[in-house]
């Protein structure tokens, strides 16, 4: 019977977005705000904010599937091993 091989690309796939996420959202938090005139950014990165918004919710989405990959490879892998 053949091993399974250690889930290390699911792994750099949580971890790169778990970072992509905390950046875009501590650059979120620091320049940008819903005000009366709805939601903007200030100075450094005035015009990105639908860009922010879109990284954040897209590197949440992407981190919670790929953690629950990665449970469920790493589950497999010590099963197998």
């Known amino acids: 019977m053949r091993a399974r091989p ?3 690309a699911s792994l750099a ?3 790169i977005s778990a970072v992509v996420l905390t950046v ?3 650059i979120y938090e620091r320049h940008c705000a819903f ?5 903007q950014c200030n100075d450094p990165v005035a015009g990105y904010g639908d860009i922010l918004l879109t990284t954040n919710l897209a590197s949440l989405a992407v ?3 790929a953690a629950m990959m ?3 490879k790493l589950v497999a892998w010590f099963r197998f091993r």
């Open 6 to 8: 250690f889930p290390y």
């Open 13 to 15: 796939t949580v971890a």
């Open 24 to 26: 875009s959202t501590t």
């Open 35 to 39: 005000g009366f005139g709805g939601f």
């Open 63 to 65: 981190l919670i599937v």
């Open 70 to 72: 990665t449970a469920w």
